[in-house]
């Protein structure tokens, strides 16, 4: 009898100590799933702020880029009308000085042609 009751308080014992460990089991799970959903709602929370900033910064970022780019398409445009008025005028002058010589040209053809003409 002595040893029927000592195996039944046996069974007893194991058998509680196994529902508190399972019990220990599930707390442990339990906490563990609700540490890895605030490390995720964390890092999903740094990431959003992360990508914020960089759109903020590559916006900024596009925005000195045209007003630059914009600055040497206007600095460029000026250089190029000047540099064309230049040429222009060079152009004119080359233009009158050899009209001028082709006018005394012709006079002295013309000169020397009446002169033998008489």
Do not use: P
Request: glycine share 8%; aromatic share 0%.
């Amino acid at each position: 009898m002595k040893r029927t009751l000592s195996i039944s308080l046996l069974s007893a014992l194991l058998a509680l100590s196994s529902v508190a460990w399972a019990q220990d089991v599930k707390s442990d799970v339990d906490t563990a799933a609700k540490d890895t959903g605030h490390a995720t709602k964390k890092a999903a929370t740094k990431t959003a702020d992360a990508t914020k900033d960089a759109s903020v910064k590559t916006a900024d970022t596009s925005e000195t880029a045209a007003k630059r780019t914009g600055h040497a398409t206007k600095e460029g445009a000026v250089k190029t009308g000047d540099t064309t008025g230049h040429a222009a005028k060079k152009t004119g002058s080359a233009i009158k000085k050899g009209v001028k010589k082709t006018g005394a040209g012709t006079k002295k053809g013309v000169t020397k042609t009446a002169d033998a003409v008489k």
